[in-house]
């Protein structure tokens, strides 16, 4: 259904070399960690490609789409991380024609989750972390945690980008923090 070659030049004609062999990356990692968990391998393969699709977008162009769209207005204020996914679904549907709503939603939620995330999410998001290039302090536990679970390796990630947004002194977007609390506080 999805013509993956002409998937990929689009792709490639929105993003640097560099940043579209993440994508590509990202789509081999989804494609991955799908046959191990069950879920719909092309589904993942398309949703890893584009998860990233906007990312070189003007910062105007995002600021238009959450004001035309009914988007949540606060969005404004968080920049491009926060705005790439939520935003860049809006785009994929406009440019590329794609109304598959699983896929949109991964792509809406892999940069800072939900506290509700279905599997495919929960795939794109851990892709984009641990996908072979990624070479930060923790990358190999974070991969070690989702190689025993999805879930593990959720709670790794949203506890390490909290913590680097304090560190860096970076606003921390409403949802990101209920992703943390969804998935990672606990009472005791
Ligand atoms: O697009 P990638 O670089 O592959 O990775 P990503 O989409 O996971 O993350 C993009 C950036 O978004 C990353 O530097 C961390 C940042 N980010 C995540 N949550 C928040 C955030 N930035 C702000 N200001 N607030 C957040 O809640
Ligand atoms: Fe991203
Ligand atoms: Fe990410
Ligand atoms: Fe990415």
């Not at 993003?15 to 990692?29: P, S």
């Not at 949540?72 to 996914?85: F, R």
């Not at 598959?100 to 939900?114: F, K, Q």
């Not at 913590?163 to 970076?170: H, N, R, S, T, V």
């Amino acid at each position: 259904p999805y013509r993956h070659e002409e998937l990929m030049a689009k792709v490639a004609a929105q993003l640097t070399d560099k940043r579209y062999q993440h994508c590509l990356r990202v789509e081999d990692t989804a494609r991955q960690l799908a046959a191990d968990n069950g879920v719909d391998i092309e589904l993942a393969g398309i949703a890893g490609l584009l998860h990233d699709y906007a990312k070189q977008r003007d910062d105007q162009t995002f600021i238009q789409l959450i004001k035309t769209r009914g988007m949540d207005p606060d969005l404004v204020s968080y920049g491009n991380g926060v705005w790439h996914g939520y935003v860049g679904a809006e785009l994929i549907k406009d440019e590329l024609h794609i109304y598959n709503e699983p896929i949109l939603n991964a792509v809406r939620l892999h940069t800072v989750g939900a506290p509700y995330m279905t599997k495919l999410d929960q795939i794109i998001f851990m892709a984009d972390f641990i996908e072979p290039a990624r070479d930060f302090p923790g990358v190999e536990a974070a991969r070690e945690a989702t190689a025993k679970s999805l879930a593990d390796g959720v709670r790794f990630q949203i506890q390490h980008t909290l913590d680097y947004l304090i560190q860096k002194g970076a606003p921390v977007y409403p949802q990101t923090l209920a992703t943390y609390n969804a998935w990672v506080g606990g009472v005791d």
